[in-house]
């Protein structure tokens, strides 16, 4: 099991940037994939990004593509995501999440730790 820990939400105007991080601890980070998902207010849990333990898979949701870009630095046991061009409708709480030798799939069952959430607002 994988402590995980996001920072970086605020409150932002549209078009701005912010970049999530999220730290993780407890368990060995080159195991997990690493992935963020968000849920908006009213809304279920969705799929945002994943990437794999090397960088090397990488996958986005359709709606954050050449908008948002997630990376990791395996020697802080850290993933991020840079938001450019943010729109109001990313508002949402945004959640990191771990998957034990995942692929950096989208399905939300498959990752087993999940971090509190960050509240990112973004006001048109």
């Known amino acids: 099991q994988v402590r995980l820990v996001e920072t970086g939400g605020g409150l932002v105007q549209a078009g701005g940037s912010l970049r999530l991080s999220c730290a993780a601890s407890?368990?060995?980070?080159?195991?997990?994939?690493m992935a963020w998902f968000r849920r908006a207010p009213g809304k279920e849990q969705e799929f945002v990004a994943a990437i794999n333990w090397s960088g090397a898979n990488i996958n986005y949701a359709d709606s954050v593509k050449s908008r948002f870009t997630i990376s990791r630095d395996n020697a802080k046991t850290t993933v991020y995501l840079q938001m450019n061009r943010l729109k109001p409708e990313d508002t949402a709480v945004y959640y990191c999440?771990?998957?034990?030798?995942?692929?950096?799939?989208?399905?939300?069952?498959?990752?087993?730790?999940w971090g509190q959430g960050t509240q990112v607002t973004v006001s048109s």
């Open positions: 999440a771990a998957d034990l030798w995942g692929s950096a799939t989208p399905e939300l069952k498959q990752y087993e730790d």
């Open positions: 407890g368990g060995t980070f080159t195991r997990y994939t």
